[in-house]
């Protein structure tokens, strides 16, 4: 048959029924119980895996693969791939994607088109307006109770947390010298605060602006992870002091290893107080806002100037899916708005709806069409009721460790979605207890007991990953490796919850004697 097209989509109608057929599987069949997290392999096996079917590298002299090949490869692809939809999957602040969000997230992808301008993406440009004003009056931005399709939404959709925070930076010091887009920084040595447990995109955000990262101060916080309000008065005082400006302050609204929210009241008083600009990293809290049981979390969001919410981590959307609000969206256009007048043409039909010249990305994924299909689909109820599960086995897992003879201690109580513990050999138990509101003071341990019980995660975490038990996370806190159980997972249930903290302390006797991992 003679084709007028180099590819036309009838001739590739067999690889894309395929890769749809095993995509939809996945999604209404996903892994679940005894089914491994994942199936381990090393790089140098899964090469020699790939190398049977279609290989992994891409040769200087490329030639297509057959269909067979290529639905053998996606099969491996699918195979060997990190099951993050499994309800044992624990390690990160996401978990497996809801299935609407995927479709979506498919059908954005088919229709392939960018959110720049309303001539491109009238209904996408709607869709942004109408969520952007929902997540607003969510956060108490909008002061209105009628949903609405404003021509200015309250902020921006953009490519994660960190282009986020990067983009709200740079709104705080466009407010403290409006003319920096065009001359350059006029010479202050400007600075920022955010918490010790606050998240690393502000050394980035810092960096890429030109503050530097030693224009970033962390603030001290309590035992929970949250910022001190008296420390970071303290600290701006100091700054002053030596000679530098401050202008922004980060606050927390679910910190990535304790879920710790700072006082958001605290610090928006003190930010009025100091002329600052306030940002909250609710990339993972704000979610909290659709529960009523959970939302006092946030109280005070709604006296900062901007928020950074990642949708792709509490509720469940596909990678990736932020929103940048900011209490006056107005700002955006002065800072951002480079009038490129190819594309931002004022006389042309619906002008005043592109987004683009809103921000620092021109093209960019449509990624509300998923979250406003999820929404439309699931309710507020439906959102509500993941935060409360995610609590609930979370809580869970802290009665667990609270019964558990000694074999866990809490290292932070924390009391949302993040349970934070270290594995104790039955050899310590009696010389390791929690102390001090219930949790192991790590300070106070002898140096030879620390280090021993420091090694254990990472020999603990590797044998979950190579039978696939489970995928936990660890890191150091208080300078002990703890492990970091995030039930974020809306098919977490309690028996998982047991199940996997029975496999922990299993693979711990086991791993007692073994020597550490070395990343083979």
């Known amino acids: 048959m003679h084709r007028d097209l180099p590819i036309d989509p009838i001739d590739d109608e067999t690889i894309l029924r395929g890769v749809i057929d095993r995509a939809t599987t996945h999604l209404l069949d996903p892994p679940r119980g005894a089914d491994p997290v994942i199936a381990y392999a090393s790089p140098d096996e899964l090469a020699a ?21 290529l639905l053998a490869a996606v099969d491996q692809v699918v195979e060997w791939s990190m099951h993050t939809s499994h309800p044992r999957f624990v390690n990160q602040n996401f978990a497996g994607a809801d299935p609407i969000s995927v479709v979506g997230d498919w059908l954005g992808a088919a229709l392939n088109t960018t959110g720049a301008t309303y001539e491109v993406a009238p209904v996408f440009t709607l869709m942004e307006s109408a969520v952007l004003d929902k997540l607003g009056r969510l956060a108490g931005y909008v002061d209105r109770s009628e949903a609405r399709l404003p021509a200015l939404p309250p902020g921006v959709f953009c490519a994660g947390g960190s282009m986020g925070t990067l983009l709200a930076l740079q709104l705080a010091r466009h407010r403290h010298q409006p003319d920096i887009a065009t001359v350059g920084s006029n010479g202050d040595r400007l600075v920022l605060f955010v918490s010790a447990s606050g998240h ?102 709604e006296r900062s100037d901007s928020v950074v919410w990642n949708l792709h981590k509490m509720l469940g959307m596909t990678q990736q899916c932020t929103a940048l609000l900011v209490k006056d969206p107005t700002r955006l256009a002065a800072c951002f708005a480079a009038r490129a007048d190819y594309l931002f043409q004022p006389d042309k039909l619906n002008g005043e709806y592109d987004s683009g010249d809103r921000t620092f ?120 490796n ?4 995030i039930c974020i997972s809306p098919t977490l249930q309690p028996d998982d919850v047991d199940a996997l903290l029975r496999a922990i302390d299993s693979c711990g006797l086991d791993a007692t004697d073994a020597p550490a991992p070395t990343g083979h």
């Open 49 to 69: 895996t790939f190398a049977g079917t279609v290989g992994l590298p891409i040769g200087a002299d490329a030639r297509a693969n057959p269909d067979e090949r």
């Open 200 to 301: 690393y995109a502000a050394r980035k955000s810092a960096a890429v602006l030109g503050i530097g990262a030693d224009g970033v101060v962390e603030v001290a916080t309590d035992r929970h992870g949250r910022m001190v309000p008296e420390a970071l008065g303290d600290a701006i005082v100091e700054a002053r002091r030596a000679g530098n400006v401050p202008f922004a302050v980060i606050g927390t609204a679910g910190t990535t290893v304790t879920a710790a929210f700072d006082d958001l009241g605290a610090l928006a008083d003190i930010c009025r107080r100091e002329d600052l600009w306030l940002h909250v990293d609710a990339c993972y809290g704000g979610s909290a806002l659709f529960s009523a049981a959970q939302a006092w979390r946030l109280d005070g969001v």
């Open 361 to 480: 990305m021109c093209a960019r994924r449509t990624d509300v069409l998923k979250l406003w299909l999820t929404w439309k689909a699931r309710g507020d109820d439906a959102f509500a009721a993941r935060i409360d599960h995610a609590v609930a086995m979370a809580e869970r897992a802290r009665r667990g460790i609270a019964t558990s003879d000694g074999a866990f201690v809490p290292i932070v109580l924390g009391d949302f979605t993040n349970v934070v513990f270290a594995w104790v050999p039955p050899k310590l138990r009696a010389a390791v207890s929690a102390t001090g509101g219930g949790q192991l003071d790590v300070a106070a341990l002898d140096e030879s007991v620390r280090s021993e019980l420091h090694g254990y995660p990472p020999r603990i975490k590797a044998r979950l990953q190579e039978a696939g038990t489970g995928m936990i996370g660890f890191q150091p806190v208080g300078g002990l």
């Open 482 to 485: 703890a492990f970091r159980l």
